[in-house]
């Protein structure tokens, strides 16, 4: 039987988990993940889980958070006057937002709190700080 290795493409089930037990992503009432092995469009670990996987094999990964997402970084939370979003933005705790930096790329912050006159944003990745628990089968190499 064929075993995946870096360069195929694979489509895979996955359940994401957070330590607690709770499901943060999953595939599994959706169309399987489409993805190349190495083509670094997924987490490495994650990636690397997939090599020498048979079409039908299931197994547990466990992502430490400095493997994942990293830990949160302070420098990209930010406390602005609350007049510099616009007036029409209904502010709620984890609204996601995009925002531009200097050059004009795109990028999302968090509302993480808020209040008459200021508004927190928090720029890091909504797992950062998390260990991640996924559950895989691989379903077919493309």
């Known amino acids: 039987m064929a075993k995946a290795k870096t360069g195929d493409t694979v ?25 190349t092995i190495g083509g670094k469009q997924m987490i490495p670990a994650f990636e690397e889980a997939m090599v020498e996987m048979a079409v039908g094999e299931k197994k547990s990964i466990e992502i430490p958070a400095d493997g994942a997402y990293g ?3 302070e420098e990209l939370t930010q406390t602005l006057d609350r007049s ?7 502010l709620q705790v984890g609204l996601r937002l ?3 930096d200097p050059d004009g790329q795109p990028f999302t912050v968090t509302v993480a709190a808020f209040d008459d006159k ?3 944003l928090d720029g890091n990745h ?5 260990d991640l628990t996924f559950d895989v089968e691989l379903v077919e190499i493309v």
């Open 11 to 35: 489509k895979v089930h996955y359940t994401g988990k957070l330590d607690n037990g709770d499901i943060f992503d999953s595939s599994i009432d959706a169309d399987p993940l489409q993805f």
């Open 71 to 73: 830990q949160p970084r």
């Open 84 to 90: 510099t979003l616009p007036d029409e933005i209904e």
């Open 98 to 100: 995009t925002a531009q």
């Open 118 to 120: 200021t508004v927190t």
């Open 126 to 130: 909504p797992l950062a700080g998390e």
